[in-house]
Protein backbone atom coordinates (compact mmCIF):
# COMPACT_ATOMS: atom_id res chain seq x y z
CA UNK A 1 0.00 0.00 0.00
CA UNK A 2 1.54 3.34 -0.86
CA UNK A 3 1.87 5.83 1.84
CA UNK A 4 0.25 8.77 0.43
CA UNK A 5 -2.22 9.70 2.67
CA UNK A 6 -1.90 7.77 5.69
CA UNK A 7 -5.48 7.17 5.60
CA UNK A 8 -8.13 3.91 5.57
CA UNK A 9 -12.02 4.16 5.12
CA UNK A 10 -13.62 1.64 6.99
CA UNK A 11 -16.72 1.56 4.61
CA UNK A 12 -18.89 -0.20 6.67
CA UNK A 13 -22.30 1.15 5.26
CA UNK A 14 -24.25 -1.94 3.97
CA UNK A 15 -25.80 -0.93 0.75
CA UNK A 16 -23.57 -0.91 -2.99
CA UNK A 17 -25.11 2.91 -4.21
CA UNK A 18 -23.80 4.53 -0.70
CA UNK A 19 -20.50 2.26 -0.78
CA UNK A 20 -19.79 3.67 -4.32
CA UNK A 21 -20.78 7.02 -3.75
CA UNK A 22 -18.58 7.46 -0.44
CA UNK A 23 -15.81 5.56 -2.03
CA UNK A 24 -15.37 7.87 -4.91
CA UNK A 25 -16.06 10.75 -2.92
CA UNK A 26 -13.38 10.64 -0.81
CA UNK A 27 -10.84 8.33 -3.51
CA UNK A 28 -8.46 11.73 -2.95
CA UNK A 29 -7.98 11.25 0.61
CA UNK A 30 -7.55 7.33 1.28
CA UNK A 31 -4.81 5.11 0.64
CA UNK A 32 -7.18 2.00 0.60
CA UNK A 33 -10.98 1.08 1.64
CA UNK A 34 -11.37 -1.83 4.45
CA UNK A 35 -14.40 -3.67 3.57
CA UNK A 36 -15.74 -6.20 6.16
CA UNK A 37 -18.62 -8.48 6.77
CA UNK A 38 -21.73 -5.77 6.94
CA UNK A 39 -20.84 -4.42 3.33
CA UNK A 40 -19.93 -8.12 2.03
CA UNK A 41 -22.53 -9.66 3.81
CA UNK A 42 -25.28 -6.81 2.47
CA UNK A 43 -23.66 -7.12 -1.17
CA UNK A 44 -21.73 -9.98 -1.73
CA UNK A 45 -18.13 -10.28 -3.06
CA UNK A 46 -18.45 -8.45 -5.95
CA UNK A 47 -18.57 -5.44 -4.47
CA UNK A 48 -14.95 -5.60 -3.88
CA UNK A 49 -14.57 -5.89 -7.44
CA UNK A 50 -16.13 -2.46 -8.23
CA UNK A 51 -14.45 -1.62 -4.67
CA UNK A 52 -10.57 -1.92 -6.07
CA UNK A 53 -11.42 0.57 -9.16
CA UNK A 54 -11.54 2.97 -6.93
CA UNK A 55 -9.15 2.23 -4.45
CA UNK A 56 -7.12 -0.81 -3.30
CA UNK A 57 -8.82 -2.85 -1.02
CA UNK A 58 -8.08 -4.68 2.26
CA UNK A 59 -10.27 -7.54 3.66
CA UNK A 60 -11.54 -7.26 7.10
CA UNK A 61 -12.90 -11.00 7.91
CA UNK A 62 -10.61 -11.36 11.20
CA UNK A 63 -10.05 -14.66 9.66
CA UNK A 64 -9.92 -16.95 12.65
CA UNK A 65 -9.92 -21.06 11.60
CA UNK A 66 -8.17 -24.29 10.64
CA UNK A 67 -5.52 -23.44 8.35
CA UNK A 68 -7.19 -25.36 5.18
CA UNK A 69 -10.53 -22.89 5.87
CA UNK A 70 -8.38 -20.07 6.47
CA UNK A 71 -6.75 -21.04 2.89
CA UNK A 72 -9.96 -21.10 0.92
CA UNK A 73 -11.17 -17.46 2.08
CA UNK A 74 -7.86 -16.17 1.18
CA UNK A 75 -7.98 -17.52 -1.98
CA UNK A 76 -11.40 -15.99 -2.23
CA UNK A 77 -10.67 -12.38 -1.42
CA UNK A 78 -7.91 -12.09 -3.15
CA UNK A 79 -9.29 -13.84 -6.51
CA UNK A 80 -12.24 -10.65 -6.16
CA UNK A 81 -9.48 -8.46 -6.20
CA UNK A 82 -8.34 -7.36 -2.71
CA UNK A 83 -5.05 -6.20 -1.94
CA UNK A 84 -4.78 -7.70 1.90
CA UNK A 85 -6.41 -9.43 4.32
CA UNK A 86 -6.73 -9.09 7.88
CA UNK A 87 -6.89 -12.15 10.06
CA UNK A 88 -6.41 -12.97 13.83
CA UNK A 89 -3.79 -14.29 15.31
CA UNK A 90 -5.05 -16.30 18.85
CA UNK A 91 -5.62 -19.17 15.84
CA UNK A 92 -2.04 -20.01 15.95
CA UNK A 93 0.56 -20.02 14.00
CA UNK A 94 -0.43 -23.09 11.37
CA UNK A 95 -3.18 -20.71 10.95
CA UNK A 96 -1.49 -17.58 10.38
CA UNK A 97 1.52 -19.37 8.13
CA UNK A 98 -1.57 -20.76 6.15
CA UNK A 99 -3.11 -17.18 5.23
CA UNK A 100 0.79 -15.64 4.24
CA UNK A 101 1.31 -18.91 1.80
CA UNK A 102 -2.12 -17.75 0.04
CA UNK A 103 -0.87 -13.68 0.24
CA UNK A 104 2.60 -14.38 -1.12
CA UNK A 105 1.25 -16.54 -3.98
CA UNK A 106 -1.05 -13.44 -4.84
CA UNK A 107 1.36 -10.78 -3.98
CA UNK A 108 -0.87 -9.39 -1.20
CA UNK A 109 -0.74 -8.30 2.83
CA UNK A 110 -1.87 -9.75 5.59
CA UNK A 111 -2.40 -7.77 8.70
CA UNK A 112 -2.59 -9.62 12.56
CA UNK A 113 -4.85 -8.28 14.89
CA UNK A 114 -3.14 -7.60 18.14
CA UNK A 115 -5.10 -5.74 20.63
CA UNK A 116 -8.69 -4.53 19.71
CA UNK A 117 -9.58 -1.05 20.05
CA UNK A 118 -12.89 -1.35 21.82
CA UNK A 119 -12.63 -1.45 25.48
CA UNK A 120 -13.57 -5.72 25.45
CA UNK A 121 -10.38 -5.12 23.77
CA UNK A 122 -8.01 -5.75 26.44
CA UNK A 123 -10.10 -8.16 28.34
CA UNK A 124 -8.46 -11.42 26.50
CA UNK A 125 -5.96 -9.62 23.78
CA UNK A 126 -4.10 -7.80 26.62
CA UNK A 127 -2.04 -10.24 27.69
CA UNK A 128 -1.17 -12.09 24.50
CA UNK A 129 -1.36 -8.67 21.94
CA UNK A 130 2.75 -8.65 22.55
CA UNK A 131 3.38 -12.44 21.68
CA UNK A 132 0.92 -12.34 18.39
CA UNK A 133 2.71 -9.35 17.38
CA UNK A 134 6.00 -11.64 17.58
CA UNK A 135 4.03 -14.28 15.74
CA UNK A 136 3.02 -11.83 12.89
CA UNK A 137 7.14 -10.70 12.42
CA UNK A 138 8.46 -14.28 12.52
CA UNK A 139 5.34 -15.61 10.23
CA UNK A 140 6.24 -12.88 7.72
CA UNK A 141 2.86 -11.06 7.85
CA UNK A 142 2.89 -7.68 6.27
CA UNK A 143 1.82 -5.74 9.18
CA UNK A 144 -0.27 -5.78 12.22
CA UNK A 145 -3.82 -3.85 13.38
CA UNK A 146 -3.40 -1.84 16.88
CA UNK A 147 -5.43 0.03 18.67
CA UNK A 148 -5.53 4.10 18.09
CA UNK A 149 -7.44 4.07 21.48
CA UNK A 150 -4.13 3.21 23.38
CA UNK A 151 -1.62 4.93 21.25
CA UNK A 152 0.63 3.77 23.96
CA UNK A 153 -0.10 0.00 22.82
CA UNK A 154 0.89 1.33 19.54
CA UNK A 155 4.62 2.34 21.04
CA UNK A 156 4.85 -1.39 22.90
CA UNK A 157 3.67 -2.98 19.66
CA UNK A 158 5.65 -0.83 17.53
CA UNK A 159 8.99 -2.25 19.59
CA UNK A 160 8.25 -5.38 19.29
CA UNK A 161 7.86 -5.28 15.28
CA UNK A 162 10.66 -3.16 14.68
CA UNK A 163 10.56 -1.12 11.50
CA UNK A 164 9.83 -3.49 8.67
CA UNK A 165 6.02 -4.33 9.36
CA UNK A 166 3.25 -1.52 8.94
CA UNK A 167 0.63 -1.01 11.94
CA UNK A 168 -2.46 0.14 10.74
CA UNK A 169 -4.70 1.57 13.20
CA UNK A 170 -8.53 1.48 14.02
CA UNK A 171 -10.30 3.67 16.56
CA UNK A 172 -10.33 6.89 15.81
CA UNK A 173 -13.15 9.55 15.98
CA UNK A 174 -15.95 7.70 16.59
CA UNK A 175 -14.09 5.42 19.11
CA UNK A 176 -12.24 8.43 20.65
CA UNK A 177 -8.66 8.09 19.43
CA UNK A 178 -6.46 10.67 18.10
CA UNK A 179 -5.05 10.58 14.43
CA UNK A 180 -2.11 13.02 14.93
CA UNK A 181 -1.69 11.08 18.33
CA UNK A 182 -1.57 7.68 16.82
CA UNK A 183 0.90 8.38 13.88
CA UNK A 184 2.90 10.20 16.32
CA UNK A 185 2.99 6.56 18.65
CA UNK A 186 4.29 4.45 15.15
CA UNK A 187 1.27 4.08 13.34
CA UNK A 188 1.82 3.85 9.53
CA UNK A 189 -2.00 4.72 8.91
CA UNK A 190 -5.22 5.26 10.60
CA UNK A 191 -8.53 3.74 9.46
CA UNK A 192 -11.82 5.46 10.06
CA UNK A 193 -15.03 4.48 9.37
CA UNK A 194 -18.40 6.08 11.21
CA UNK A 195 -16.75 10.15 11.21
CA UNK A 196 -16.15 9.72 7.73
CA UNK A 197 -19.16 7.75 6.01
CA UNK A 198 -21.80 8.87 8.35
CA UNK A 199 -19.99 12.98 7.92
CA UNK A 200 -22.43 15.16 5.38
CA UNK A 201 -19.67 15.80 3.80
CA UNK A 202 -17.26 12.62 3.91
CA UNK A 203 -14.68 14.21 1.44
CA UNK A 204 -14.33 16.93 4.21
CA UNK A 205 -14.42 14.91 7.19
CA UNK A 206 -11.68 12.58 5.39
CA UNK A 207 -9.70 16.17 4.72
CA UNK A 208 -9.58 17.21 8.57
CA UNK A 209 -8.39 13.24 8.92
CA UNK A 210 -5.55 14.18 6.38
CA UNK A 211 -4.98 17.64 7.92
CA UNK A 212 -4.29 16.51 11.35
CA UNK A 213 -2.08 14.16 10.23
CA UNK A 214 -0.02 16.51 8.22
CA UNK A 215 -0.75 14.40 5.02
P1 LIG B 1 -15.07 3.22 13.24
O1 LIG B 1 -16.46 3.45 12.75
O2 LIG B 1 -15.00 2.93 14.72
O3 LIG B 1 -14.63 1.89 12.48
O4 LIG B 1 -14.10 4.29 12.83
C1 LIG B 1 -13.48 1.16 12.79
C2 LIG B 1 -13.36 0.01 11.85
O5 LIG B 1 -12.26 -0.81 12.21
C3 LIG B 1 -12.71 -2.08 12.66
N1 LIG B 1 -12.03 -2.28 13.91
C4 LIG B 1 -11.04 -3.13 14.12
N2 LIG B 1 -10.48 -4.01 13.30
N3 LIG B 1 -8.97 -4.60 15.02
C5 LIG B 1 -9.46 -4.77 13.78
O6 LIG B 1 -8.93 -5.60 13.05
C6 LIG B 1 -9.50 -3.74 15.89
O7 LIG B 1 -9.05 -3.59 17.00
C7 LIG B 1 -10.59 -2.98 15.40
N4 LIG B 1 -11.30 -2.02 15.98
C8 LIG B 1 -12.18 -1.59 15.02
C9 LIG B 1 -14.20 -2.01 12.81
O8 LIG B 1 -14.81 -3.24 12.49
C10 LIG B 1 -14.55 -0.93 11.83
O9 LIG B 1 -14.65 -1.46 10.53
Known amino acids: MDK?????????????ENALRI???????VD????????????GLGIVKELVEIA????DFKVADIPNTDRLICEHVFNAGAAGIITHGFTGRDS???????????????YVVTEMSHPGGVEFFR??????????VEAGASGVVAPATRPERVKDIRKIIGEELSIISPGVGAQGGSAADVIRAGADWVIVGRSIYNSDSPAEAAKKICDEMNC
Open 23 to 29: ANEVSDY
Open 96 to 110: LDSCVKVANDFGTDV
Open 4 to 16: KNRLILALDVTDR
Open 127 to 136: PVAEDIAKMA
Open 56 to 59: PVIA
Open 32 to 43: SIKVGYPLVLGE
